[in-house]
């Protein structure tokens, strides 16, 4: 048996998969001018990227002040995000042409996303990508968010998967964090470029620093491949 037999991918969904963070932005700046802050800012935006919904309001309320419950917080926010998901969400071709080589080689896949499900549901149904994608594990679903590695960890359950054979391709520090945690290898794509030199990358088997640009299914494919014949390559 070749260990590629039993390799799972799981992978992150926003920044990795989808171009979604322009709308967590919008989305955010929407929620926050509700509730008296109007000058949400994209570089403010950045902090969040890799943390959870729910995490991400909490640390709203410290920061801001607001009166409003993370449970009010995050349905507003998702309100919006829904609205501006089912219609303005981008695939990044390179990674639906990965997702669709691994489908061809029968590799089982997962989406673990900080993401809530409803909104992981509208975006995979929204740009076809739920034809591979069909095991999702929500930040919701588990105790904590990235970068512990819950997520991870329930994903490869889902899957029947043992961790140590599973690979994560992920976009933020945290994510990344969270696949070292869980004792699963990583192929880093920073979505933030600014970020691409965090010691959480560090850990990664495969970090690709120009991000999107720099990855593809081609390359990200001879790469798990290279590995499991004991011939890893890095970019």
């Known amino acids: 048996m070749s260990a590629l037999d039993t390799l799972s991918v799981v992978f992150d969904l926003d920044g990795t998969l989808v171009d979604s963070e322009p709308n967590y932005y919008e989305a955010g700046r929407r929620t926050l001018v509700e509730y008296g802050v109007p000058d949400f800012s994209w570089a ?13 309001v909490a640390d709203w309320r410290r920061r801001y002040g607001l009166s409003a419950s993370v ?15 089912r ?6 071709s390179e990674m639906r042409a990965f997702v669709e080589r691994l ?26 990508l739920d ?19 819950d997520v991870f960890l329930e994903a490869a359950r ?16 945290p994510g990344a964090a969270a696949a070292h945690a ?5 192929i880093a794509v920073p979505y933030v470029a600014a970020q691409a030199g965090a010691p959480e990358f560090a850990t990664a088997g495969l970090l690709l620093p120009g991000g999107q640009s720099e990855f593809t299914a081609r390359a990200a494919w001879e790469w798990l491949t290279g590995t499991e014949a004991g011939t890893a390559r890095r970019s």
């Open 71 to 85: 449970d009010e917080l995050v349905a507003v926010k998702n309100g919006h995000y829904l609205e501006l998901a």
């Open 158 to 173: 889902r899957l029947g998967s043992d961790p140590a054979d599973c690979v994560v391709v992920e976009d933020a520090a």
């Open 103 to 128: 489908a061809d080689g029968g590799v089982p896949m997962a989406v673990a996303s900080g993401s809530s499900a409803e909104a992981i549901d509208v975006i995979l149904a929204g740009t076809g």
């Open 44 to 56: 403010e935006h950045e902090r969040y990227v890799g943390i959870s919904t729910r995490e991400t």
């Open 131 to 149: 034809a591979h994608l069909r095991t999702v594990v929500s930040a919701d679903e588990v105790a904590h968010g990235k970068p512990a590695p």
């Open 182 to 186: 869980a004792g699963m290898r990583c």
């Open 87 to 92: 219609t303005r969400t981008t695939v990044f």
